[in-house]
Nanobody, 122 residues
Framework: QVQLVESGGGLVQAGGSLRLSCAAS????????MGWFRQAPGKQRELVAA???????NYADSVKGRFTISRDNAKNTVSLQMNSLKPEDTAVYYC????????????????WGQGTLVTVSS
């Protein structure tokens, strides 16, 4: 079993900053991509940022220049530094990973965290 535990959400004023963290644990063989998605009320879940094992990153246009994703391969963690937050960033943020486990060493599995709420007030 693999678990993703997120932390760092909360309430912040527009222009402020928050840092989200996600730690993966369990029978992990190797992790490929790690990323953050978000879902606002009444909207579809969307990719915010992702980072490969090699460190290549991808960002949604709406967060480029404001958010920074980083990962620690040794600790199986991924973080999202969110600066200059806007009310439209309000959403539940989900950690996501693509990984191989000891029980699935050749077929990549996708796992999600439970979500953490980020609320940006105007």
């Amino acid at each position: 079993q693999v678990q993703l535990v997120e932390s760092g959400g909360g309430l912040v004023q527009a222009g402020g900053s928050l840092r989200l963290s996600c730690a993966a644990s369990g029978s992990i063989f190797t992790i490929n991509a790690m990323g953050w998605f978000r879902q606002a009320p009444g909207k579809q879940r969307e990719l915010v940022a992702a980072v490969t094992e090699g460190g290549s990153t991808n960002y949604a246009d709406s967060v480029k220049g404001r958010f920074t994703i980083s990962r620690d391969n040794a600790k199986n963690t991924v973080s999202l530094q969110m600066n200059s937050l806007k009310p439209e960033d309000t959403a539940v943020y989900y950690c996501n990973t693509e990984l191989l486990t000891l029980l699935s060493p050749t077929r990549y599995l996708e796992r999600w965290g439970q979500g953490t709420l980020v609320t940006v007030s105007s």
